[in-house]
């Protein structure tokens, strides 16, 4: 049920998002595009402001201030069609303990009216097998593992065909057999033309799959742009992503103080 794309050429935007918490800003003012059939990687450390960030582009929670566009629609004020376009992949994935992985496939098929019969089937029973999920004899999602509610969540999405995916730590959790599947699946996915942001704290799967990234630090974007693009925005043409994610995030308190840990005790 691949949704027709709007014509224009920026498949995800972020117009200047805020989320506060009281006193605590959460993402301040975080604005990036995405153009159709990138991957792009979303990285920051732990608390920097990337599931925010990821829950506010796909309409689950309620920016403080700025808008959030996918294929030209926002997401708020045009939300079906935004969400008709939209696979979006939590944390923790939204899955149904209740049901079976077959099952549970079939309820999100029917909930956006994909149309019954063989083709839909034969979707289905490939992305089953592909994720290794295909005989489990009747066990319940409940009884998954995190790695399997992941594989499923992902199986979700991808049997609707949506054309933007916004996944928050997709890897998270799976073996190295299945990341690389799920790796290899979303080159696959992106040279067909679907657009991807995921989120990530492990720079080894950003640097492996993502031709550019956007860098939150602390509820800011600290640096846009090909690893090309941040070595010499860094000024160090050899650097490894981890050497630039480290320079662009760390504060000079932190490095301090790891340099202080390090020393050569006297
Ligand atoms: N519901 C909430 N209430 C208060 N603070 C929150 C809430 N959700 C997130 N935060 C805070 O916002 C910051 C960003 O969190 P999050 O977006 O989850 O980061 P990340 O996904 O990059 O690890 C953190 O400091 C976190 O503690
Ligand atoms: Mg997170």
């Known amino acids: 049920m691949a949704v027709p794309a709007s014509p224009g050429s920026i498949a995800i935007e972020a117009q200047d998002l805020v989320k506060r918490y009281g006193v605590v800003r959460a993402v301040d003012g975080v ?51 935004a969400k008709a376009r939209l696979g979006y992949l939590d944390e923790e994935p939204f899955v149904h303990p ?21 083709k839909r089937q034969q979707r289905m029973e490939r992305l089953l097998g592909l994720f290794e999920l295909a005989d489990r004899n009747g066990e319940l999602i409940g009884a998954y593992s995190h790695g399997m509610k992941q594989k499923i969540g992902l199986a979700s999405l991808l049997i609707r065909e949506p054309s933007v995916l916004l996944l928050d730590e997709p890897t998270n959790g799976l073996d190295p057999r299945s990341a690389r599947l799920v790796k290899d699946l979303l080159e696959e996915l992106a040279a067909l033309g679907t657009t991807v942001l995921l989120s990530t704290h492990i720079l080894e799967v950003a640097q492996a799959l993502c031709k550019r990234v956007a860098i939150i630090d602390r509820g800011h974007i ?8 941040l070595r010499a925005q860094a000024g160090s043409e050899q650097a490894s992503l981890e050497d630039l994610f480290l320079k662009l995030t760390a504060g000079p308190e932190s490095r301090e103080l790891i340099e202080r840990l390090l020393a050569p005790k006297l």
Do not use: W
């Open 31 to 81: 604005s990036f595009q995405v153009r159709r059939g990138e991957i792009v990687g979303f990285l920051g450390a732990n608390g920097a402001g990337k599931t925010t960030t990821l829950r506010m582009l796909c309409g689950l929670l309620t920016p403080t201030s700025g808008r959030a566009l996918i294929d030209g629609f926002d997401i708020f004020a045009q939300p079906l069609e």
């Open 222 to 229: 600290v640096a846009t742009g090909t690893i090309d693009e």
């Open 98 to 118: 209740h049901l079976t992985g077959r099952e549970f496939l079939n309820y999100i098929a029917d909930l956006y009216r994909m149309p019954r019969g063989p």
